[in-house]
Nanobody, 128 residues
Framework: QVQLVESGGGLVQAGGSLRLSCAASGRTFSTNAMAWFRQAPGKEREFVAA????????TYADSVKGRFTISRDIPKNTVYLQMNSLKPEDTAVYYC?????????????????????WGQGTQVTVSP
């Protein structure tokens, strides 16, 4: 079993920055990719960013390109999301996800169904 624990959420003013972390524990040797999704109140969960574990290929939602950066620390089994120039519309619960199946195409990294484990979420609130 693999557990994902997110941290780093909080309240920040528009224009500010936050860094989210997601640490995986347990049987993590088969990690293939990790990603961040978010869900705002009254909205469906949406893709934010993803990174392939071995090569480090990244992909981002258009809404966060140029502002957010996803990275991973393989020895620590941790994925990060650096969020800069935050906007009120970034307010959401942010979820970490992990894939431990086989290879994934870059164009599929934004799909929820491609991930096998999910964290409990961390709240990010951006005030105007």
């Amino acid at each position: 079993q693999v557990q994902l624990v997110e941290s780093g959420g909080g309240l920040v003013q528009a224009g500010g920055s936050l860094r989210l972390s997601c640490a995986a524990s347990g049987r993590t040797f088969s990690t293939n990719a990790m990603a961040w999704f978010r869900q705002a109140p009254g909205k469906e969960r949406e893709f934010v960013a993803a990174v392939s574990w071995s090569v480090g290929t990244t992909t981002y939602a258009d809404s966060v390109k140029g502002r957010f950066t996803i990275s991973r620390d393989i020895p620590k089994n941790t994925v990060y999301l650096q969020m800069n120039s935050l906007k009120p519309e970034d307010t959401a619960v942010y979820y970490c996800a992990r894939r431990d199946r086989g290879g994934i195409l870059r164009q599929s990294m934004s799909l929820e169904g491609e991930y096998d484990q999910w964290g409990q979420g961390t709240q990010v609130t951006v005030s105007p």
